[in-house]
């Protein structure tokens, strides 16, 4: 019998005051019974336009029934048909504006918790699931993909599935791309992420770290030499954008990227760290993103006073709703209308303060948005000793700069065939990060899995090259 209560199921989850000190999982997912009432709120609708808003195509109802059923294993397989990271996904993925925006159940009252669910499911599969990945036999030929991220796994995944020998390149000393170095382990714990990838191991995936495609190895190279048939650059979006105002090379200035590879790779924030990072202790952190939302709340379990710097209101904050609020849970202020000029430091070069001004939106444009625009003499400062710059990120230039006739955008972007992700080059694909500069995990993963169809179909003779 459907279960017709117009909300959603709570979400478990640590006490704002307790979990502002420390760096352990804020929600603590669904129990057995919370995931087969949760499931039973879907109708399983004729039509299934949740599956639609999946960048993945999920089989959402058909998982969410073997989930009401408590048929946890056959849910995961379901899942796993389509997708390669369930439990990421069911963390990270902004569900309310994709397969949640399409359910029927949202009409009157609250979505299905279809995200919630698929985190249930992939980790009863972690726990104490029987599903065993079957490694399939070869088809003899070789794929290298750049980048460990959500799309470089995604694409490795599939093809993995089919038979091709896959090898993964990661340039740093771990594999998971910005699913390691970019998300908290509040919001996403690394072995999650490393069990995942295991996962894919046991397809056959394998992982060469330490490897810099662009310096240690070339396209070409990876072609003409190592036998690599087809090549899919997944290589992400590492290279922090600055406003280049005053004072940004002062010490306790941080790009969101240097700040939250510390803290989440190098474990800058336990004791015996090897690479210590800043604890400040009034930190201002310029953006309105999910990574802005992420390097504010990491500094706040820190032991800072952190306020976040934006130049629009809470209405255009880019960050999901639920990380905003998380946010305000845990302490964290918000300068909304406000934009920096400056940076301000002592004699000894350190940060001492953030010059800004307020702004104003301007009526919409063409398209629709509102403008920030300053308002006259409105500049002030505010008390800092650390500024986190978090307003967004571009392509390293270093496969662009070592890959002859490889076609980029004049922001650095890789340019593709969005329908298959083909490049310039013959048999090099592209997708993700490195394509469309920093998105969501599920729009790389979809991404990933397009071209992991576009070299399928390319190495059988059937398609574009």
Same mark, same amino acid.
């Given at each position: 019998m459907a279960n017709m209560s117009l909300t959603k199921n709570e979400m478990p989850a640590q006490e704002p005051q307790v979990r502002n000190q420390n760096f352990l999982e804020v929600a603590l997912g669904y129990s057995k019974e919370q995931a087969i009432d949760e499931a039973n709120r879907c109708l399983n609708c004729k039509h299934k336009p949740c599956i639609s808003g999946c960048p993945v195509r999920i089989d959402i109802p058909a998982f969410i029934q073997e989930t009401a059923r408590g048929n946890f294993d056959t849910a995961y397989e379901i899942i796993s048909r389509s997708s390669s990271l369930p439990a990421v996904c069911g963390r990270v993925c902004p569900q309310e504006s994709q397969c949640e925006q399409k359910c029927v159940r949202g009409i009157k009252g609250e979505p299905v918790a279809i995200g919630r669910l698929e985190r249930f499911v992939a980790d009863y599969q972690n726990t104490y699931g029987n599903t065993k990945l079957t490694k399939p036999a070869s088809n003899g030929h070789k794929i290298a993909v750049i980048g460990s991220g959500p799309s470089g796994l995604a694409c490795?995944?599939?093809?993995?599935?089919?038979?091709?020998?896959?090898? *993964? @390149?990661?340039?740093?000393?771990?594999?998971?791309?910005?699913?390691?170095?970019?998300?908290?382990? @509040? %919001?996403?714990?690394?072995?999650?992420?490393?069990?995942? *990838?295991?996962?894919?191991?046991?397809?056959?995936?394998? *992982?060469? &770290?330490?490897?810099?495609?662009g310096k240690t190895l070339s396209i070409e190279e990876l072609q003409n030499e190592y036998g690599f048939e087809a090549v899919f650059v997944g290589s992400g979006a590492g290279l922090p954008n600055f406003m280049n105002i005053p004072g940004e090379n002062l010490k306790g200035v941080y790009s969101a990227n240097e700040f939250l590879t510390r803290v989440n790779l190098m474990k800058a924030y336990t004791p015996d760290s090897t690479t210590p990072i800043q604890k400040g202790k009034k930190v201002m952190v310029v953006g309105g993103g999910n990574v802005a939302m992420d390097a504010a709340r990491c500094a706040k379990r820190l032991g800072a006073e952190v306020t976040i710097v934006y130049r629009r209101t809470e209405n255009e904050l880019p960050a999901r709703h639920e990380e905003v609020e998380h946010a305000k849970e845990e302490g964290i202020q918000f300068k909304?209308? &406000? !934009?920096? *000029?400056?940076i301000k430091g002592d004699s000894n070069g350190w940060v001492t303060g953030l010059c800004c001004q307020e702004m104003t939106l301007s009526q919409p444009d063409d398209s629709g948005r509102r403008k920030p625009v300053p308002l006259?003499?409105?500049?002030?400062? +505010?008390?800092?000793?650390?500024?986190? +710059? !978090?307003?967004? &990120?571009?392509?390293?230039?270093?496969?662009?700069?070592?890959?002859?006739?490889?076609?980029? %955008?004049?922001?650095?972007?890789?340019?593709?065939?969005?329908?298959?992700?083909? &490049? !310039?080059?013959?048999?090099?694909?592209?997708?993700?990060?490195?394509?469309?500069?920093?998105?969501?995990?599920?729009?790389? +993963?979809?991404?990933?899995?397009?071209?992991?169809?576009?070299?399928?179909?390319?190495?059988?003779?059937?398609?574009?090259?």
């Open positions: 490795a995944g599939d093809l993995a599935k089919k038979g091709y020998s896959v090898t *993964i @390149f990661e340039a740093l000393h771990l594999a998971g791309g910005v699913l390691v170095y970019g998300i908290p382990e @509040f %919001r996403l714990p690394k072995a999650i992420v490393q069990k995942e *990838i295991n996962a894919l191991k046991e397809l056959g995936v394998e *992982i060469a &770290t330490n490897v810099i495609i909304l209308l &406000t !934009s920096p *000029i400056e006259e003499n409105s500049a002030f400062e +505010m008390e800092a000793d650390c500024v986190i +710059m !978090s307003i967004g &990120t571009s392509p390293n230039p270093l496969i662009k700069d070592t890959t002859k006739g490889l076609s980029i %955008r004049n922001w650095g972007g890789i340019i593709v065939d969005e329908a298959t992700g083909l &490049t !310039s080059l013959t048999g090099v694909y592209a997708g993700g990060d490195a394509v469309t500069g920093a998105a969501t995990v599920i729009l790389a +993963m979809g991404a990933g899995k397009t071209a992991a169809e576009a070299i399928d179909s390319y190495l059988k003779g059937e398609g574009a090259s």
